[in-house]
């Protein structure tokens, strides 16, 4: 089960945290992610991250963008900074067990999303 939290309603270039907290499992994941969909468009990557460290981002974020992960709690965090009105979305946690080359794709498990808006 994920378990995500943090959205909300922010003025542009302004910050929101979100973190997602995996549970139900002896071990934590191998890596978790985060994916935006916008109305009328597909779900797009945002970000992901292994235990070990390993991080990926989307160009569109790349340096606005923080992923981190607290492997004690089974947490991943999102730390969006200098938000857009094009970073409104809403935003999904997942979470794999399982080895994957990518951080883009690959997820077994999702989370329910949460709504991030930007007002320009």
């Known amino acids: 089960q994920l378990q995500a939290s943090g959205g909300g309603l922010v003025q542009a270039g302004g910050s929101l945290k979100l973190s997602c907290t995996a549970s139900?499992?002896?071990?934590?994941?191998?890596?978790m992610g985060w994916f935006r969909q916008a109305p009328g468009n597909e779900r797009e990557f945002v970000s992901g991250?292994?235990?070990?460290?390993?991080?990926e981002y989307a160009d569109v974020v790349e340096g606005r963008f923080g992923v981190s992960i607290d492997n004690s709690k089974n947490t991943v965090y999102l730390q969006m900074n200098s938000l857009k009105h094009e970073d409104t979305a809403v935003y999904y946690c997942a979470a794999t067990w399982t080895f994957r080359t990518t951080l883009r794709t690959g997820y077994d498990y999702w989370g329910q999303g949460t709504q991030v808006t930007v007002s320009s």
């Open positions: 991250i292994r235990w070990n460290g390993d991080k």
């Open positions: 139900g499992r002896t071990f934590g994941p191998n890596a």
